[in-house]
């Protein structure tokens, strides 16, 4: 069994920072690919910043120069780094990660998700 559990949400003012943590922990073969995505009410799930195994990062085009993902690898733990923040970044924030796990002796890719953590940017 797999778990990605979050951590570091909360009401923040515009302009100010918040981190974010998300910790795998079960019976993982290797972490591949990790990532956060958002959700504000009322639209679609999107993809805020991924990070590869190898370090390799991706954002989506509102948060790039404000966020900035990283990963321990020996803690199994990825983070965001979010500063500037906007009202418009105001969403639900879920982790992502793609995992390998062994099941019956086969080794089988699959992507996992946190609980969720609430990120409010107001005044």
Not at 3 to 29: K, M, T, W, Y
Not at 65 to 89: C, H, W
Not at 95 to 119: K, P, S
Request: net charge positive; charged share 15%.
């Amino acid at each position: 069994q797999v778990q990605l559990v979050e951590s570091g949400g909360g009401l923040v003012q515009p302009g100010g920072s918040l981190r974010l943590s998300c910790a795998a922990s079960g019976s993982i073969f290797s972490i591949n690919a990790m990532g956060w995505y958002r959700q504000a009410p009322g639209k679609q799930r999107e993809l805020v910043a991924a990070i590869t195994s190898g370090g390799s990062t991706n954002y989506a085009d509102s948060v790039k120069g404000r966020f900035t993902i990283s990963r321990d690898n020996a803690k199994n733990t990825v983070y965001l780094q979010m500063n500037s923040l906007k009202p418009e970044d105001t969403a639900v924030y879920y982790c992502n990660a793609r995992i390998t796990v062994m099941v019956t002796m086969v080794l089988r890719e699959y992507d996992y998700w946190g609980q969720g953590t609430q990120v409010t940017v107001s005044s």
